[in-house]
């Protein structure tokens, strides 16, 4: 049996960012999770994620096999000048390398980040995705993700036009500081 987890970090140990990044490598050659269509190295997604962790309005989660990061989601959330917004939150870059995919992971990844985004007080979790990615969408809709539109011009890969979809997902309300915010 596998020990898996999800936390929310602000910080990497210099391993665990390694293999957070050999992880990322992985899942964008398979062809998902990610914007990137090829794989970047090291260098490049370190300073990618140091970066995230430093940016106010975004959170980074890592999921663990076995305590390796193997995959991450971000929490994005609206800047403050975006009060009519408030209420709603974007989740993106949700991946799992392809060599630890199948111990459900990723729906605990899923879950940890439609907690947090609760417990903020956000109502609402958007996300977007290419219509390639066909097990990341199968995952959004198992889940619960409402898909409310395509946009037939996402994304370009290979050379290719490549259509893009649109979800949404409803969130109960948590205990986070927004409560007072109703639907």
């Not at 957070?20 to 994620?49: N, S, Y």
């Not at 193997?70 to 974007?90: F, H, I, Y």
Request: proline content about 5%.
């Amino acid at each position: 049996m596998h020990e898996l987890s999800v936390e929310r970090v602000d910080s990497l140990d210099e391993a665990d960012l390694a293999e957070l990044c050999e992880a990322t490598d992985a899942a964008i050659a398979e062809g998902g999770g990610f914007g990137w269509i090829m794989p970047q190295g090291r260098e490049i997604l370190e300073r990618h994620f140091r970066g995230v962790m430093l940016v106010p309005e975004r959170e980074l989660f890592v999921a663990r096999l076995d305590g390796h990061p193997v995959g991450s989601a971000q929490l994005m959330r609206p800047p403050r000048n975006n009060e009519a917004q408030a209420w709603a939150a974007q989740l993106s870059h949700a991946y799992i390398a392809p060599y630890a995919r199948g111990h459900g992971l990723a729906r605990l990844l899923m879950r940890r980040v439609e907690e947090r985004a609760a417990a903020l007080g956000h109502r609402v979790l958007n996300l977007d995705v290419r219509a390639t990615q066909h097990t990341a969408i199968a995952l959004f809709e198992a889940c619960g993700y409402i898909r409310w539109g395509t946009h037939p011009a996402y994304a370009r890969v290979e050379g290719a036009t490549v259509p893009g979809h649109y979800y949404y997902k409803l969130l109960a309300p948590g205990r986070g500081r927004r409560g007072k915010d109703r639907m």
